[in-house]
């Protein structure tokens, strides 16, 4: 098949559904959402796999929230680098032992990603992406002054700390990435949306308290490296019109101007199915071949042509 391929992993191909956040069930998982990855390898896919990190990142926070009477915080950046890496290595290793199970010879490798974003973003300017847990006012109060964190109130749950989701414009470790996959390496990449930084006027690179939609990032990446083909795999077998209601209409083909019509219709909520519909018109628009959207286990179903809603350029 010989087509470059990003495939961005919804929370789902991570964490076990069930809740049990141990790392013998995030394993567990991990090995389980990718038996159809493996199959598209085997096909001649070349693939860079990206992935989120929501719950884990959440989990990083409240660890650093619950020692910082003996443990000095980490910034947002390295927590995201922290997962990044030890998820990396979950579907690094699952990957590995997967791939000589079928005797496929193919090595893989974990890249901690950076990704540039504008310093100036809105997003940035006025954050409102909530992460972590709820404080009462007295402790909001003590982690504005001792941390320098913004706290808003989150409605119904107490004050919470919130940053800013930035757009993403570049990869900075892309001809790393392109030079893999020319070497028929399967790279594991941008994970959790890759680590937001800026560029500085001198051309350093400085970090930003902030994370980025990892589907966003999906399709900055796969611009970069050249992608034919954006795979974003998620908890439902295809995009559908009236989601949840009695007149639900699930959709095999769009092209980007009928998803943009249904986006300014409302149909693609902003907290689920909008920003993969963002991502896949993006990633056309900048000269991408196909979008998929479907779930991680039917993945070669959707390759086939069986689910799976694919969109494509007017």
Same mark, same amino acid.
């Given at each position: $098949?010989?087509?470059?391929?990003?495939? &961005?992993?919804?929370?789902?191909?991570?964490?076990?559904?069930?809740? +049990?956040?141990?790392?013998?069930?995030?394993?567990?998982?991990?090995?389980?959402?990718?038996?159809?990855?493996?199959?598209?390898?085997?096909?001649?896919?070349?693939?860079?796999?990206?992935?989120?990190?929501?719950?884990?990142?959440?989990?990083? /926070? #409240?660890?650093?929230?619950?020692?910082?009477?003996?443990?000095? *915080?980490?910034?947002?950046?390295?927590?995201?680098?922290?997962?990044?890496?030890?998820?990396?290595? /979950?579907?690094? =290793?699952?990957?590995?032992?997967?791939?000589?199970? =079928?005797?496929? +010879?193919? *090595?893989?490798?974990?890249?901690?990603?950076?990704?540039?974003?504008?310093?100036?973003?809105?997003?940035?300017?006025?954050?409102?992406?909530?992460?972590?847990?709820?404080?009462?006012?007295?402790?909001?109060?003590?982690?504005?002054?001792?941390?320098?964190?913004?706290?808003?109130? +989150?409605?119904?749950?107490? @004050?919470?700390?919130?940053?800013?989701?930035?757009? *993403?414009?570049?990869?900075?470790?892309?001809?790393?990435?392109?030079?893999?996959?020319? =070497?028929?390496?399967?790279?594991?990449?941008?994970?959790?949306?890759?680590?937001?930084?800026?560029?500085?006027?001198?051309?350093?690179?400085?970090?930003? +308290?902030?994370?980025?939609?990892?589907?966003?990032? &999906? &399709?900055?990446? &796969?611009?970069?490296?050249?992608?034919?083909?954006?795979?974003?795999?998620?908890?439902?077998?295809?995009?559908?019109?009236? @989601?949840?209601?009695?007149?639900?209409?699930? #959709?095999?083909?769009?092209?980007?101007?009928?998803?943009?019509?249904?986006?300014?219709?409302?149909?693609?909520?902003?907290?689920? $199915?909008? *920003?993969?519909?963002?991502?896949?018109? =993006?990633?056309?628009?900048?000269?991408?071949?196909?979008?998929?959207?479907?779930?991680?286990?039917?993945?070669?179903?959707?390759?086939?042509?069986?689910?799976?809603?694919?969109?494509?350029?007017?």
């Amino acid at each position: $098949m010989s087509r470059t391929a990003v495939v &961005a992993l919804g929370g789902n191909a991570i964490s076990d559904p069930s809740g +049990d956040t141990t790392i013998a069930h995030q394993f567990a998982q991990t090995r389980k959402s990718l038996v159809g990855i493996i199959e598209l390898i085997h096909k001649g896919y070349r693939l860079a796999i990206t992935h989120g990190n929501g719950p884990q990142v959440g989990e990083g /926070m #409240l660890r650093m929230e619950r020692a910082l009477d003996v443990c000095p *915080p980490r910034p947002l950046g390295v927590l995201v680098a922290d997962t990044q890496g030890g998820i990396g290595y /979950m579907i690094e =290793q699952s990957l590995q032992n997967g791939l000589r199970w =079928q005797g496929i +010879d193919k *090595p893989t490798v974990t890249i901690v990603t950076q990704v540039v974003v504008d310093e100036n973003d809105p997003e940035l300017l006025n954050p409102s992406k909530f992460i972590g847990k709820a404080y009462t006012t007295r402790e909001v109060e003590e982690l504005a002054r001792d941390h320098g964190w913004l706290m808003k109130e +989150d409605k119904g749950r107490g @004050f919470r700390r919130v940053v800013g989701s930035p757009k *993403p414009l570049e990869i900075i470790n892309k001809q790393a990435i392109r030079s893999l996959l020319d =070497q028929g390496y399967v790279v594991i990449c941008s994970g959790g949306g890759g680590i937001p930084v800026f560029i500085m006027t001198n051309g350093f690179y400085e970090g930003v +308290d902030a994370v980025i939609d990892k589907d966003r990032a &999906a &399709a900055v990446l &796969a611009r970069d490296i050249g992608a034919q083909d954006l795979l974003i795999l998620t908890a439902v077998d295809k995009v559908a019109l009236n @989601f949840g209601k009695p007149n639900q209409q699930a #959709l095999d083909r769009l092209t980007v101007s009928q998803a943009q019509q249904y986006m300014e219709e409302g149909q693609f909520p902003p907290g689920t $199915m909008g *920003p993969k519909i963002e991502a896949a018109i =993006q990633f056309l628009e900048s000269g991408g071949e196909r979008t998929l959207i479907s779930s991680v286990e039917r993945v070669i179903d959707a390759v086939h042509g069986e689910t799976g809603t694919w969109i494509y350029s007017d």
